[in-house]
């Protein structure tokens, strides 16, 4: 009979998970299970995940980290692995939307991040179960300061992940067991065997995540839809990263996303001016209202309106083009050379796949 071979938090070390599968003698009939959070903050989501699938007799339940990417609610640990997934992410993420929050065997309950006492497995609270930030509140709330692994008295032992509990499985009151032992920040990745409840931890060869958040920073910067934010939200990350200055790398972006801002700006006086000669023209079809539709169709038309109601000058036309994006398709629309400024918007921002790390 195959056994049941219960893995810790992988967070996409797929090299301490084939050490932990070879440490374990894995055999076909064996059923691999991990708890969740088979992504994030390592070195290898795409081959954690190819693993899980390839495999006929494997089960992975919903971390938190999952949820996140199911939910579309990116922090920087999703977006690197978006940016890892590259055009296999919607796969991806559609594969993770049908995982299930738990798993009951014969010998334990098994859930990634907490369990509610006393409420039958299937009426627990799935942010509880996948140990989500409002489900830990809610445990929280029930049980204060105690963790709500003391408080577990079933008969049937729980095995779960999500928190670090240290280089090796911990185990309270002999029947809930914490898995995760932080193998993506350097310590180990562990494993309980079923039914025997053996415990095998495999150490990991570094702080994965320490190394991974500085290596991606740039990568995720330049995914960002730069061209679209307001100017608002472009002063506020803008200023974000000046404060991190003492990174070269982050230095160098930000001197990149200035000098394109500058750019950028350089082209609103030739707009004013193409704006200011376009109203000219088109002098006659504002003075008669049965006209006014011509100035209508104009491309960017508000402009023109504005300008014809002297409304319109550097230091207002933020108000009609609230983004860098809008103030060069304007430009190009009046005729003004946004060579420079596109250009370097194409070397600076890029999208899927391109010039990873
Ligand atoms: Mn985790």
Same mark, same amino acid.
């Given at each position: 009979m $195959?056994?049941?071979?219960?893995?810790?938090?992988?967070?996409?070390?797929?090299?301490?998970?084939? @050490?932990?599968?070879?440490?374990?003698?894995?055999?076909?009939?064996?059923?691999?299970? &991990?708890?969740?959070?088979?992504?994030?903050? $390592?070195p290898?989501?795409?081959?954690?995940?190819?693993?899980?699938?390839?495999?006929?007799?494997?089960?992975?339940?919903?971390?938190?980290?999952?949820? !996140?990417?199911?939910?579309?609610?990116?922090?920087?640990?999703?977006?690197?692995?978006?940016?890892?997934f590259?055009?296999?992410?919607?796969?991806?993420?559609?594969?993770?939307a049908?995982?299930?929050?738990?798993?009951?065997?014969?010998?334990?309950?098994?859930?990634?991040?907490?369990?509610?006492? $006393?409420?039958?497995?299937?009426?627990?609270?799935?942010?509880?179960? @996948?140990?989500?930030?409002?489900?830990?509140?809610?445990?929280?709330?029930? =049980?204060?300061?105690?963790?709500?692994?003391?408080?577990?008295?079933?008969? !049937?032992?729980?095995?779960?992940?999500?928190?670090?509990?240290?280089?090796?499985?911990?185990?309270?009151?002999?029947?809930? =067991?914490?898995?995760?032992?932080?193998?993506?920040?350097?310590?180990?990745? &562990?494993?309980?065997?079923?039914?025997?409840?053996?415990?095998?931890?495999?150490?990991?060869?570094?702080?994965?995540?320490?190394?991974?958040?500085?290596?991606?920073?740039?990568?995720?910067?330049?995914?960002?839809?730069?061209?679209?934010?307001?100017?608002? !939200?472009?002063?506020?990350?803008?200023? @974000?990263?000046?404060?991190?200055?003492?990174?070269?790398?982050?230095?160098? #972006?930000?001197?990149?996303?200035?000098?394109?801002?500058?750019?950028?700006?350089?082209?609103?006086?030739?707009?004013?001016?193409?704006?200011?000669?376009?109203?000219?023209?088109?002098r006659?079809?504002?003075?008669?209202?049965?006209?006014?539709?011509?100035?209508?169709?104009?491309?960017?038309?508000?402009?023109? #309106?504005?300008?014809?109601? $002297?409304?319109?000058?550097?230091? &207002?036309?933020?108000?009609?083009?609230?983004?860098?994006?809008?103030?060069?398709?304007?430009?190009?629309?009046?005729?003004?050379?946004?060579?420079?400024?596109?250009?370097?918007a194409?070397?600076?921002f890029?999208?899927?796949?391109?010039g990873?790390?």
């Amino acid at each position: 009979m $195959g056994r049941d071979i219960v893995i810790g938090d992988i967070h996409g070390c797929l090299a301490e998970l084939e @050490a932990l599968l070879e440490r374990v003698e894995l055999r076909d009939e064996d059923r691999v299970i &991990s708890v969740g959070d088979l992504v994030d903050r $390592g070195p290898d989501s795409v081959g954690v995940w190819e693993l899980f699938r390839a495999r006929d007799n494997a089960v992975a339940l919903m971390g938190n980290h999952e949820r !996140k990417h199911v939910r579309g609610v990116l922090s920087y640990s999703q977006e690197i692995v978006r940016l890892q997934f590259g055009p296999r992410y919607a796969a991806f993420r559609q594969w993770a939307a049908a995982l299930p929050y738990f798993l009951e065997t014969p010998d334990a309950i098994i859930v990634h991040g907490g369990f509610e006492a $006393g409420v039958p497995l299937a009426e627990q609270r799935e942010d509880v179960l @996948a140990g989500t930030t409002s489900g830990t509140r809610h445990l929280e709330g029930l =049980y204060g300061e105690r963790y709500w692994t003391e408080l577990y008295s079933g008969d !049937k032992p729980i095995v779960f992940g999500h928190h670090v509990v240290g280089d090796s499985i911990r185990v309270w009151n002999d029947r809930v =067991y914490g898995l995760d032992t932080g193998a993506c920040h350097g310590q180990a990745l &562990s494993a309980l065997v079923l039914p025997s409840f053996e415990r095998v931890s495999v150490p990991a060869a570094r702080d994965y995540w320490a190394q991974e958040r500085q290596r991606w920073q740039v990568a995720v910067l330049r995914s960002r839809a730069w061209p679209t934010f307001s100017a608002k !939200k472009l002063r506020r990350e803008r200023d @974000a990263l000046a404060r991190r200055s003492d990174d070269a790398e982050l230095a160098q #972006f930000t001197a990149a996303l200035d000098a394109w801002l500058a750019e950028v700006d350089a082209l609103v006086p030739a707009l004013l001016d193409r704006v200011g000669a376009r109203r000219e023209q088109l002098r006659a079809c504002f003075d008669d209202r049965s006209r006014r539709a011509e100035v209508a169709a104009e491309p960017f038309a508000s402009l023109l #309106f504005a300008c014809h109601a $002297g409304a319109l000058d550097a230091a &207002s036309i933020g108000q009609q083009l609230t983004t860098p994006a809008a103030i060069v398709d304007a430009a190009r629309a009046y005729g003004v050379d946004t060579g420079e400024a596109s250009e370097r918007a194409e070397r600076l921002f890029q999208t899927e796949g391109a010039g990873l790390p």
